[in-house]
Protein backbone atom coordinates (compact mmCIF):
# COMPACT_ATOMS: atom_id res chain seq x y z
CA UNK A 1 0.00 0.00 0.00
CA UNK A 2 1.29 3.06 -0.74
CA UNK A 3 1.23 5.94 1.82
CA UNK A 4 -1.75 7.96 0.32
CA UNK A 5 -3.61 5.04 0.75
CA UNK A 6 -2.72 4.35 4.12
CA UNK A 7 -3.64 8.21 5.19
CA UNK A 8 -7.20 7.62 3.19
CA UNK A 9 -7.97 4.41 5.00
CA UNK A 10 -6.97 6.31 8.39
CA UNK A 11 -9.71 7.89 9.42
CA UNK A 12 -12.18 4.83 8.47
CA UNK A 13 -10.50 2.18 10.41
CA UNK A 14 -10.18 4.78 13.70
CA UNK A 15 -13.76 5.47 13.06
CA UNK A 16 -14.58 1.83 13.22
CA UNK A 17 -12.55 1.17 16.08
CA UNK A 18 -14.50 4.04 17.94
CA UNK A 19 -18.05 2.88 16.81
CA UNK A 20 -16.94 -0.86 17.79
CA UNK A 21 -15.66 0.85 21.08
CA UNK A 22 -18.91 2.81 21.87
CA UNK A 23 -21.07 -0.29 21.50
CA UNK A 24 -18.61 -2.75 23.43
CA UNK A 25 -18.74 0.36 26.55
CA UNK A 26 -22.26 0.35 26.69
CA UNK A 27 -22.42 -3.69 27.07
CA UNK A 28 -19.53 -2.79 29.53
CA UNK A 29 -21.86 -0.47 31.71
CA UNK A 30 -24.40 -2.56 31.56
CA UNK A 31 -22.97 -5.57 32.91
CA UNK A 32 -20.35 -3.82 35.34
CA UNK A 33 -21.12 -0.16 35.47
CA UNK A 34 -18.14 -0.05 38.18
CA UNK A 35 -15.96 -0.91 35.43
CA UNK A 36 -16.54 1.84 33.60
CA UNK A 37 -16.90 4.44 36.40
CA UNK A 38 -13.24 3.01 37.42
CA UNK A 39 -12.13 3.87 34.16
CA UNK A 40 -13.79 7.29 34.16
CA UNK A 41 -12.50 8.60 37.43
CA UNK A 42 -8.98 6.95 36.73
CA UNK A 43 -9.05 8.64 33.25
CA UNK A 44 -9.47 11.95 34.95
CA UNK A 45 -7.36 11.53 37.83
CA UNK A 46 -4.15 10.37 35.54
CA UNK A 47 -4.73 13.09 33.23
CA UNK A 48 -4.95 15.61 35.96
CA UNK A 49 -2.25 14.54 37.83
CA UNK A 50 -0.24 14.77 34.61
CA UNK A 51 -1.50 18.07 33.86
CA UNK A 52 -0.56 19.98 37.26
CA UNK A 53 2.69 18.05 36.59
CA UNK A 54 3.19 20.71 33.39
CA UNK A 55 3.00 17.46 30.84
CA UNK A 56 3.29 17.39 27.37
CA UNK A 57 0.08 16.31 25.60
CA UNK A 58 1.22 12.96 24.78
CA UNK A 59 1.91 12.45 28.48
CA UNK A 60 -0.93 13.50 29.85
CA UNK A 61 -3.18 11.46 27.04
CA UNK A 62 -0.82 8.65 28.05
CA UNK A 63 -1.71 9.55 31.52
CA UNK A 64 -5.46 9.16 30.97
CA UNK A 65 -4.97 6.00 29.21
CA UNK A 66 -3.43 4.33 31.79
CA UNK A 67 -5.49 5.97 34.44
CA UNK A 68 -8.66 4.45 32.39
CA UNK A 69 -6.42 1.27 32.81
CA UNK A 70 -6.25 0.72 36.41
CA UNK A 71 -9.02 2.77 37.34
CA UNK A 72 -11.66 0.03 34.96
CA UNK A 73 -9.59 -2.86 36.23
CA UNK A 74 -10.41 -2.00 40.20
CA UNK A 75 -14.02 -1.69 39.17
CA UNK A 76 -13.87 -5.15 37.31
CA UNK A 77 -11.73 -6.62 40.35
CA UNK A 78 -14.47 -6.24 42.56
CA UNK A 79 -17.67 -9.09 42.53
CA UNK A 80 -21.27 -8.24 43.35
CA UNK A 81 -20.43 -9.12 46.74
CA UNK A 82 -17.46 -6.85 47.31
CA UNK A 83 -19.41 -4.32 46.10
CA UNK A 84 -22.40 -4.88 48.23
CA UNK A 85 -19.87 -5.23 51.89
CA UNK A 86 -18.18 -1.86 50.87
CA UNK A 87 -21.40 -0.31 50.29
CA UNK A 88 -22.79 -1.18 53.40
CA UNK A 89 -19.07 -0.31 55.04
CA UNK A 90 -20.03 3.11 53.76
CA UNK A 91 -23.09 3.80 55.13
CA UNK A 92 -22.27 2.59 58.52
CA UNK A 93 -19.32 4.68 58.42
CA UNK A 94 -21.24 7.72 57.54
CA UNK A 95 -24.06 7.09 59.79
CA UNK A 96 -22.26 5.96 62.70
CA UNK A 97 -18.33 6.66 63.06
CA UNK A 98 -16.81 9.46 64.60
CA UNK A 99 -14.43 11.51 62.00
CA UNK A 100 -11.07 9.49 62.13
CA UNK A 101 -12.71 6.09 63.01
CA UNK A 102 -12.57 3.40 60.10
CA UNK A 103 -15.22 0.72 59.36
CA UNK A 104 -13.97 -2.64 57.88
CA UNK A 105 -15.24 -4.96 54.98
CA UNK A 106 -13.77 -8.57 54.25
CA UNK A 107 -14.79 -10.59 51.44
CA UNK A 108 -12.99 -14.03 52.66
CA UNK A 109 -14.55 -16.04 48.99
CA UNK A 110 -12.52 -13.43 46.82
CA UNK A 111 -10.25 -12.42 49.21
CA UNK A 112 -10.62 -8.74 48.74
CA UNK A 113 -11.28 -6.28 51.63
CA UNK A 114 -11.38 -2.67 52.32
CA UNK A 115 -12.12 0.49 54.54
CA UNK A 116 -13.57 3.23 55.04
CA UNK A 117 -12.71 6.25 57.22
CA UNK A 118 -14.70 9.66 57.42
CA UNK A 119 -12.32 12.38 57.29
CA UNK A 120 -14.88 15.37 57.83
CA UNK A 121 -18.04 15.93 58.97
CA UNK A 122 -19.81 19.27 57.93
CA UNK A 123 -23.62 20.72 57.41
CA UNK A 124 -24.23 23.00 53.98
CA UNK A 125 -26.12 26.06 54.41
CA UNK A 126 -29.38 23.93 53.59
CA UNK A 127 -29.12 21.93 56.33
CA UNK A 128 -27.68 18.76 54.85
CA UNK A 129 -24.92 17.08 56.51
CA UNK A 130 -21.93 15.89 54.36
CA UNK A 131 -18.78 13.49 55.39
CA UNK A 132 -15.58 13.23 53.75
CA UNK A 133 -13.84 10.28 53.30
CA UNK A 134 -11.20 8.30 52.40
CA UNK A 135 -11.88 4.20 51.03
CA UNK A 136 -8.95 1.87 50.70
CA UNK A 137 -9.84 -1.04 49.10
CA UNK A 138 -7.36 -4.01 48.68
CA UNK A 139 -7.67 -6.39 45.78
CA UNK A 140 -4.65 -9.22 45.37
CA UNK A 141 -2.94 -7.74 48.11
CA UNK A 142 -2.48 -4.60 46.05
CA UNK A 143 -3.93 -1.64 47.93
CA UNK A 144 -5.87 1.34 46.01
CA UNK A 145 -6.74 4.61 47.70
CA UNK A 146 -9.73 6.79 46.88
CA UNK A 147 -11.10 10.00 48.39
CA UNK A 148 -14.77 11.48 47.82
CA UNK A 149 -17.65 13.28 49.79
CA UNK A 150 -21.43 11.60 50.38
CA UNK A 151 -24.08 13.53 51.54
CA UNK A 152 -27.35 12.44 53.51
CA UNK A 153 -30.74 12.46 51.44
CA UNK A 154 -33.95 13.50 52.79
CA UNK A 155 -34.60 10.00 53.10
CA UNK A 156 -31.79 9.14 55.20
CA UNK A 157 -29.68 7.59 52.72
CA UNK A 158 -25.71 8.63 52.07
CA UNK A 159 -25.25 9.62 48.39
CA UNK A 160 -21.60 9.87 47.09
CA UNK A 161 -20.81 13.29 45.53
CA UNK A 162 -19.42 13.19 41.89
Given amino acids: MR ?16 VSSCAAMQQTYQENPKAVLG ?3 GAGAGAGIAALAGASPGVIVA ?3 GGALLGGFI ?8 KQLASQA ?3 A ?8 ANVWNNPNSGNSGSVTPTKTYQL ?7 EYSQAIVIGGEQHQTYGTACRQADGTWKVQS
Avoid: H, W
Wanted: glycine share 8%.
Fill in 3 to 18: RTDIRRLAPIVLLTFV
Fill in 39 to 41: GML
Fill in 63 to 65: SAI
Fill in 75 to 82: GNKLDDRD
Fill in 90 to 92: ASR
Fill in 94 to 101: FEQNRTGQ
Fill in 125 to 131: ANGQYCR
